[in-house]
């Protein structure tokens, strides 16, 4: 028999609830408060912007005639939103620079407005035992999905980099599943955020492994300058190979390989900007008459590598052996990453 009813509660009713004791935070089952202000500030964006937060579960009871609202799951959520109303913390720059380093009390009156009516949803327990609360609270977590390293880095960091990251993944996501680098399947667990961080890295520290990657995070966390010269570069990258490769093209050319792909990146943005790991290698300009050229080079390329593993064949271009090999093995590795852009700047060099 279903004991529960699924509402929704304004902020406003959280916040008056609080005030007049009637809401608990601190059960003997739920988690301490740990949210770092990053976090906070992440939530606060996410509300502010009018866009979904989880569910928190609610078990009311009767105190002396007043209802008492328990919260069994979601605690963190609520404490940070009425910390935040309190005036406890700022909006981070990192996630909103319109409001940046602005409390509650310090936002346009018609924005604290549309706060407070801002509504939770909430599944509600009625008269439930402290057991069954238990239960229902080990239940939630049974169900948790053990996260894979990516989500693992968009649990952990909040700032700078992660930020400019997802972005640059939202706004790249349908090139890259239209054009075969990543799938639908695949960007429901971050494929798309993972593509992002490797190939933004590389603009900010050069070409790198991709176990670097979340050094990246914590190191460029607060450091706005550094991230937001990369993300205007990965644009003019991504704008050229773009107009090179169409997605109904480049799903058809190896360069949809998601190592191909790091490689063709790293090797126009060298061409473009030079980036770190490929000093020794030529930065032929690029612009918009030799594109063709460009792309002629790119399709024999892929033609050259589909010829030798096709037929299981060793390349008979030491060159070409080379870059195959690093096509073929250890793929994320850097000393591979660093071969593969190397050799396609050189091919690129000679054909302009």
């Known amino acids: 028999m279903k004991n529960f009813d699924t509402r929704a509660y304004n902020i406003s009713d959280f916040v008056e609830w609080d005030a007049t004791s009637l ?85 346009p009156e018609e924005v604290q407005s549309e706060f407070l009516k801002y509504e939770i949803g909430v599944d509600m327990l009625f008269d439930l035992s402290f057991e069954d609360i238990l239960d229902v609270f080990a239940r939630l977590n049974t169900y948790s999905v053990k996260l894979n390293p990516q989500e693992l880095l968009n649990a952990q960091y909040l700032g700078f980099f992660k930020q400019s990251a997802y972005h640059l993944g939202f706004r790249y996501v349908r090139y890259w599943i239209e054009g075969g680098v990543v799938s639908e399947k695949t960007v429901t667990r971050m494929a798309e955020a993972e593509l992002s961080s490797d190939l933004l890295g590389a603009l900010v520290e050069g ?33 050229v190979i773009g107009e090179v490769y169409p997605t109904d093209e480049l799903m058809v050319s190896n360069f949809a390989r998601i190592h191909f792909f790091y490689s063709l990146f790293c090797s126009v943005a060298h061409c473009m900007f030079g980036i770190g790991g490929l000093e020794d290698a030529p930065r032929p300009a690029l612009n918009q008459q030799n594109l063709g050229v460009l792309r002629s080079v ?39 990453r660093k071969l593969r852009s190397t050799f396609i700047c050189e091919l690129i060099n000679r054909a302009l």
């Open 207 to 239: 070409v790198q492994s991709k176990k670097a990657i979340p050094n990246l995070y914590k190191k460029y966390d607060d450091d706005e300058n550094v991230v937001a010269r990369a993300e205007e570069q990965f644009d003019s990258v991504m704008a």
């Open 298 to 336: 790119l399709d024999e390329i892929s033609a050259r590598y589909d010829e030798v593993t096709a037929k299981d064949a060793v390349a008979p271009d030491d060159d070409y052996r080379a870059f195959i090999e690093a096509s073929r093995r250890a793929t994320t590795d850097l000393s591979s």
């Open 23 to 107: 809401l608990e935070l601190s059960p003997q089952f739920q988690r301490r408060s740990v949210w770092t202000e990053k976090a906070k500030s992440y939530l606060i964006d996410t509300i502010i912007r009018g866009k979904p937060i989880p569910k928190v579960l609610i078990t009311q009871t009767l105190n002396l005639g007043r209802n008492v609202r328990t919260v069994v799951d979601g605690q963190q959520r609520l404490r940070a939103i009425l910390s935040f109303i309190k005036g406890d913390f700022k909006i981070s720059r990192a996630h909103n620079r319109e409001f940046a380093g602005r409390r509650y009390a310090e936002l």
